[in-house]
């Protein structure tokens, strides 16, 4: 079973920038999505952006201009790009494939 692991959260100021990673166990040619999502605290966990084997792209459309999903085969990664970050995108990420979650990373947008 693929497992993923996410990395690049932080605590950034608003307006600031950030690039999550998620890394997959296997190789991400071989999973026909990757999703990145998130949660904050006391709500449910919402969809953000999704790739796929096609590099077909959809964004959620309270990020779309502000996120970008993107990948990376050679390093078996996923990427999601976010720019002009608010208080209100704390939260924890995840990433998903093939029903799998990854374990999420933490990211804190304040002053």
């Known amino acids: 079973q693929v497992q993923f692991m996410e990395s690049g959260g932080g605590l950034v100021q608003p307006g600031g920038s950030l690039r999550l990673s998620c890394v997959a166990s296997?190789?991400?040619?071989?999973?026909?999505?990757i999703s990145w999502y998130r949660q904050a605290p006391g709500k449910q966990r919402e969809f953000l952006a999704l790739?796929?084997?096609?590099?077909?792209?959809n964004h959620a459309s309270f990020v779309a201009g502000r996120f970008t999903i993107s990948r990376d085969t050679f390093k078996n990664t996923v990427y999601l790009q976010m720019r002009n970050l608010k208080p209100e995108d704390t939260a924890v990420y995840y990433c998903?494939?093939?029903?799998?979650w990854g374990q999420g990373t933490q990211v804190t947008v304040s002053s």
């Open positions: 296997e190789s991400i040619r071989a999973i026909r999505a």
């Open positions: 790739i796929n084997n096609n590099d077909y792209t």
């Open positions: 998903k494939g093939d029903g799998v």
